[in-house]
């Protein structure tokens, strides 16, 4: 069984300063875990993956992420927020690489720019 | 061009129709997934195919079937529609059964049932 949980809905920050985005997760297996964006009307598009090489993992547009697995968490950072990182952003888990492979996604948290 | 399409991409129809949409990909990938979004912006796979096999059916009502001709297309009918279905749909793709890699979605059909 897997799980993930995204600890804030919502999160506001102003242009230029650091963004947080915190994400825990569960996991029978060793995890593979991501993060997408979803921008408003718009599909979603991989920001980074974390499949048990690096702990911590840099993605696309600035975006990191750091796997703690001693604190089971994937949190998502940005040192300087731009306003087009203005969208929803989700934490997914997947499970084994054999069998029924699944992707579970966490509720979202959705990240507002203050110009 | 358009790694994976979905069409159409808004559909607005009557309680108790039935409707199909079509997605399609052009990345050689042999794995395609359907997930619904909900109006609270939680999403939840409900098909995925492997070259044309279903691996993974969740809890869907049987109304909902997949259709997957061949391993770039996984087309998604629902008969007798009801206002829960009301709701967006995406279609994903991936390279391989093994998600590392991660996943290609579509940009989303959004289905409004009235």
């Known amino acids: 069984a897997q799980s993930v949980t995204q600890l804030d809905s919502h999160v506001s920050v102003s242009e230029g300063t650091p963004v947080l985005l915190r994400c825990n997760y569960s996991?029978?297996?060793?995890?593979?875990l991501f993060w997408y964006v979803q921008h408003p009307n718009k599909g979603l598009q991989l920001l980074l993956k974390?499949?048990?090489?690096?702990?911590l993992v840099k993605g696309i547009n600035g975006f990191e992420a750091e796997f703690k697995k001693s604190e089971t968490s994937f949190h998502l950072t940005k040192p300087s927020a731009h306003m087009s990182d203005a969208a929803e952003y989700f934490c997914?888990?997947?499970?084994?690489?054999?069998?029924?492979?699944?992707?579970?996604f966490g509720t979202g948290t959705r990240l507002t720019i203050i110009p | 061009d358009t790694a994976v399409s979905q069409t159409p991409k808004y559909l607005v129809t009557q309680m108790g129709n039935d409707k199909s949409i079509k997605c399609e990909q052009n990345?050689?990938?042999?794995?395609m997934y359907w997930y619904k979004q909900d109006s609270k912006k939680f999403l939840k796979i409900m098909f995925s195919?492997?070259?044309?096999?279903?691996?993974i059916n969740e809890t869907v009502p049987n109304r909902f079937s997949p259709k997957s001709p061949d391993k770039a297309h996984l087309n998604l009918h629902i008969n007798s529609l009801e206002l829960g279905d009301s709701a967006v749909y995406f279609c994903?793709?991936?390279?391989?059964?093994?998600?590392?890699?991660?996943?290609?979605f579509g940009p989303g059909t959004r289905l409004t049932v009235l």
């Open positions: 994903a793709s991936s390279q391989e059964r093994d998600l590392n890699r991660g996943q290609y």
């Open positions: 997914v888990v997947s499970g084994s690489n054999f069998g029924n492979e699944k992707l579970t």
């Open positions: 195919y492997n070259n044309k096999e279903l691996i």
């Open positions: 974390y499949t048990s090489a690096a702990t």
């Open positions: 990345l050689g990938h042999d794995t």
């Open positions: 996991s029978s297996y060793s995890p593979s």
